[in-house]
């Protein structure tokens, strides 16, 4: 790391800024997020400082109106970068989330279209223009994410003379040789990200798939990493992980003890399943309710003794397919309840909403579960979230083999396939009639893994790799 009394530049990218902006009095006003990047970095300010790159999330085509919005967000150490709204929305919509996120999470059957791709690569060279410039010799620039695969890259081409370390992180997974290969400009991604000189994937599975696809581009891969147009390149896998003390401390809090007691005496004598996800195909939503159904009436003495409260937080409403999503879930959840349900109460809460950070710990608390079913998943931070809030009841954890967390958490959850509805059953089944002392068991496996992989230390390992690279 840095040495004593100097401090490490530090640039970190993004497709949007961890803040949000709004307009207020002729001015604007900025606040940062509680995201997990955030809280990963926020442990490096005493050998670091770094600043963020990103789009703002606003359309700000006035040159006076910008000033103000650089202004706001300097303060956070954050530089805008400025798309006009139907640039961001081709990159974003069109092609980061329609083209690349189901080709990343096993899906087949894209619509490749040429518009959306050539705004990808334009919104990458604003971003490459941007970074550049503010870059310094020796100065570490992490980039974060699918949105900007062809960065690392353009940046190379830009920072010659400047002797600067470049790192990528994949917050997804990324998938098998055949999957990749569907998408026609997989190799420029791919060169793209092999221009970094540190390459963090969640799990080994992941960083296997990439070195596979980057032999296969010409890449010379050796126990020590990648060699790729005469440098070495590191792909490693780094495990992300939560803060777990920021969950300890929301349920000492007296508001959080208070709605706690509350779900208490609202289910009392009841087991409780929770589930919180963002509303997307790839968290396998239709199959868990299916799987809940199924569960309801393989067993119906547990009838009216066991309530699934369901937290679905909208995600990307303005696109298609995730309204058809919306509907059916909806759709799915009514039926649930029209068949099981008693003038005692009803089997499935279903939100579709999101819940403050308060009402989120405080159900994690009361659960005697926790199911996830994802289809794909690149970590899944709910189960280590989960976790986190369950050292009075160890709660069991019932996780899809297809979230990456899996990958590590097998010996202390019930793992399945999400299409395999018996298994998701039985798993049900067992997490609800489980003894005592297997849950403490279990929990105390858990517990060790999400406390020995906190966020902080996931970025920590991965600015001290990219440290390396710099000579």
């Known amino acids: 790391m840095a040495s004593e009394g100097t401090k490490q530049n530090l640039i970190v990218v993004s497709n949007r800024l961890p803040l949000s902006i709004k307009k207020v009095d002729g001015g604007y006003e900025s606040s940062l997020s509680s995201g997990g990047l955030v809280t990963s970095l926020s442990g490096l300010t005493k050998t670091t400082s770094f600043s963020w790159f990103g789009w703002p999330g606003i359309d700000v085509a006035d040159p006076t109106e910008q000033d103000e919005v650089r202004k706001s967000l300097d303060e956070h150490n954050a530089v805008p970068i400025f798309l006009d709204h139907e640039l961001a929305h081709n990159h974003y919509n069109n092609f980061s989330n329609s083209i690349l996120w189901p080709v990343?999470?096993?899906?087949?059957?894209?619509?490749?279209?040429?518009?959306?791709?050539?705004?990808?690569?334009?919104?990458?060279?604003?971003?490459?223009?941007?970074?550049?410039?503010?870059?310094?010799?020796?100065?570490?620039?992490?980039?974060?994410?699918?949105?900007?695969?062809?960065?690392?890259?353009?940046?190379?081409?830009?920072?010659?003379?400047?002797?600067?370390?470049?790192?990528?992180?994949?917050?997804?997974?990324?998938?098998?040789?055949?999957?990749?290969?569907?998408?026609?400009?997989?190799?420029?991604?791919?060169?793209?990200i092999l221009n970094s000189d540190v390459i963090g994937f969640h799990t080994d599975e992941y960083k296997r798939n990439f070195v596979l696809c980057a032999e296969e581009l010409g890449a010379k891969v050796e126990d020590s990493g990648i060699q790729f147009d005469g440098r070495d390149v590191m792909a490693e896998k780094f495990i992300v992980g939560i803060d777990p003390q920021k969950f300890t401390d929301s349920l000492q809090n007296e508001e959080v003890q208070n709605r706690i007691r509350e779900l208490q005496r609202r289910y009392q004598g009841m087991k409780i399943i929770i589930g919180v996800?963002?509303?997307?195909?790839?968290?396998?939503?239709?199959?868990?309710?299916?799987?809940?159904?199924?569960?309801?009436?393989?067993?119906?003495?547990?009838?009216?003794?066991?309530?699934?409260?369901?937290?679905?937080?909208?995600?990307?409403?303005?696109?298609?397919?995730?309204?058809?999503?919306?509907?059916?879930?909806?759709?799915?959840?009514?039926?649930?309840?029209?068949?099981?349900?008693?003038?005692?109460?009803?089997?499935?809460?279903?939100?579709?909403?999101?819940?403050?950070?308060?009402?989120?710990?405080?159900?994690?608390?009361?659960?005697?579960?926790?199911?996830?079913?994802?289809?794909?998943?690149?970590?899944?931070?709910?189960?280590?979230?989960?976790?986190?809030?369950?050292?009075?009841?160890?709660?069991?954890l019932v996780l899809s083999e297809f979230a990456g967390a899996a990958s590590f958490m097998k010996e202390g959850c019930l793992t399945f396939h999400p299409a395999n509805m018996s298994e998701m059953v039985d798993a049900l089944y067992e997490a609800v009639t489980m003894s005592d002392e297997d849950r403490k068991g279990r929990y105390e496996t858990l517990r060790h893994f999400i406390e020995t992989n906190t966020s902080a230390k996931w970025g920590e390992a991965f600015i001290e790799a990219l440290t390396k690279h710099l000579g």
């Not at 890259?153 to 990749?180: N, Q, V, Y």
């Not at 579709?352 to 009361?366: D, G, I, P």
């Open 104 to 192: 990343l999470h096993y899906q087949s059957g894209i619509a490749f279209e040429d518009g959306p791709w050539e705004a990808y690569k334009r919104v990458n060279e604003i971003f490459a223009d941007a970074v550049a410039e503010a870059a310094t010799p020796g100065t570490l620039i992490w980039v974060h994410d699918y949105h900007l695969m062809l960065l690392p890259r353009l940046l190379r081409e830009r920072l010659a003379g400047k002797k600067c370390a470049i790192g990528f992180s994949l917050h997804t997974p990324f998938p098998a040789g055949d999957f990749w290969r569907n998408l026609p400009v997989q190799k420029d991604l791919l060169r793209g």
């Open 277 to 396: 996800d963002r509303l997307d195909y790839i968290k396998g939503l239709t199959q868990k309710l299916k799987g809940y159904d199924a569960f309801l009436d393989q067993h119906p003495e547990l009838s009216n003794k066991v309530v699934l409260i369901q937290v679905a937080v909208p995600s990307r409403e303005d696109v298609k397919e995730y309204q058809d999503l919306e509907t059916e879930l909806s759709t799915i959840a009514g039926r649930i309840n029209g068949k099981h349900s008693t003038a005692d109460g009803c089997p499935l809460i279903y939100m579709h909403r999101s819940v403050n950070f308060s009402e989120l710990t405080a159900l994690y608390s009361v659960a005697d579960a926790c199911l996830l079913t994802s289809t794909r998943d690149g970590m899944n931070l709910v189960s280590f979230e989960y976790v986190a809030c369950q050292a009075q009841r160890h709660g069991v």
